[in-house]
């Protein structure tokens, strides 16, 4: 989109909470970021009156669409906060130092150090595990690779960066030239179907992905055998904490409970689930400047877990909602011990997920040399 489009989306957007926007509250509710800062139509209104602090606070909101789904006048504040986002970053008003750190983790994801195109004779389906995982998982990205292998024929493995970052930051011209080369790189070499494990690329691809199927890899293990893995959960109460960009991902949020339920746990489900899941408080990169305020949706997530265990499909969601109450990836509970047993604490971003990716390459590499 160019600076006039863009322009013009985000007056569309303001203009129609300005006029629509009743203030009913159905919104404020469960979102920190709103409880703050108060309802999208008051925030429009700092706008209008040219409140310059007004604009760097779309950089509070987490994007996790909550709004949109509760919403009764059908209005859209996480797109109008995305767009005023991109307006910063266009006006050249967004300050980059807070989030430097991120940046360097989405360019060198896409660098020669971390990714690789592992693609198999006959390949069209690719799984490609986004970064979480591999930083905090790698035996046990390595493990679901290889079970999901014995599923899809040809199944060849891409690790590389969705440039989610990018996105939600508002850098758009960056994120539609980076995007554009990675999915133009994909279809050039064949690929027609993603295999994504991670909520943040699976929205990606499926947004953006034109020309590409996506499946989530939870989809895949339900639908196909996953013998030999254990079925250990003894009757063990868990609840799901469903990541928000799937929020409206009904097949994904039933894959994960069918693993669960079929893996011996007995699910209790949370108020907010599907849907009308709430953000654990790492969405939009609001951490990057206002921890606090992110760590109001993550306890906020915790308390509504009423001391369970949470299980998420999201190594972002689990590093963050750990902070709060007690919570495993689903892969945790699914796979084999000894694959599981890298389940990593730890920050994400930090130089040791870094290391963790490089050791997965390296075992991905040297695995399909010894194939050929
Ligand atoms: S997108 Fe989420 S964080 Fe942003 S205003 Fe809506 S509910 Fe709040
Ligand atoms: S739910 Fe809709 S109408 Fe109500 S305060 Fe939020 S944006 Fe305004």
């Not at 489009?5 to 203030?23: D, K, N, P």
């Not at 493990?143 to 508002?170: Q, T, W, Y």
Request: proline residues 6%; positive net charge; contains cysteine.
């Amino acid at each position: 989109m160019n600076h006039e489009m863009e322009a013009s989306s985000l007056h569309l957007l303001r203009t129609a909470i300005g006029s629509q926007c009743t203030e009913c509250g159905a919104c404020v509710r469960y979102c920190a970021f709103l409880r703050r800062y108060g309802p999208p139509k008051a925030i429009a209104a700092g706008l209008e009156a040219g409140d310059p602090g007004r604009m760097g606070t779309a950089f509070r909101c987490s994007l996790c669409g909550l709004c949109a789904v509760v919403c009764p006048e059908g209005l859209d504040p996480t797109g109008f906060f995305l767009a005023l986002r991109r307006h910063q970053v266009a006006s050249g008003g967004l300050t980059v130092r807070p989030y430097r750190g991120l940046l360097t983790h989405e360019r060198l994801g896409r660098s020669s150090l971390l990714s690789w195109y592992g693609l198999p004779p006959g390949c069209k389906t690719v799984f490609f595990p986004g970064c979480g995982l591999p930083g905090s998982r790698p035996r046990a990205t390595l493990a679901l690779f290889e079970h999901l292998r014995r599923l899809v024929p040809n199944l060849g493995m891409v690790l590389d960066c969705c440039i989610k970052p990018s996105h939600d930051l508002g850098r758009e011209t960056h994120f539609d030239a980076v995007f554009e080369a990675l999915r133009t790189r994909l279809k050039e070499r064949g690929i027609n179907t993603m295999l994504t494990a991670c909520p943040n690329c699976t929205k990606v691809f499926r947004w953006y992905g034109k020309g590409l199927a996506v499946q989530t890899v939870w989809e895949v293990l339900h639908a196909g055998d996953v013998g030999g893995w254990e079925r250990r959960g003894g009757g063990v109460e868990v609840s799901v904490h469903d990541p928000c960009p799937l929020r409206d991902d009904q097949p994904s949020q039933e894959a994960v409970r069918g693993l669960l339920t079929d893996s011996g746990y007995a699910l209790v489900e949370m108020h907010h689930r599907g849907r009308r899941t709430i953000c654990c408080g790492e969405g939009g990169a609001v951490a990057h400047i206002d921890p606090d305020l992110a760590g109001e949706w993550t306890l906020l997530r915790g308390r509504e877990a009423g001391g369970r265990l949470l299980v998420a499909s999201c190594s972002g969601c689990v590093a963050m909602l750990n902070r709060s109450t007690p919570t495993v990836h689903l892969l945790d509970l699914l796979l084999p011990a000894e694959a599981a047993l890298d389940k990593a604490a730890g920050r994400p971003f930090a130089a040791n997920t870094w290391w963790r990716r490089f050791f997965l390459k390296r075992k991905v590499v040297r695995l399909s040399q010894e194939r050929r």
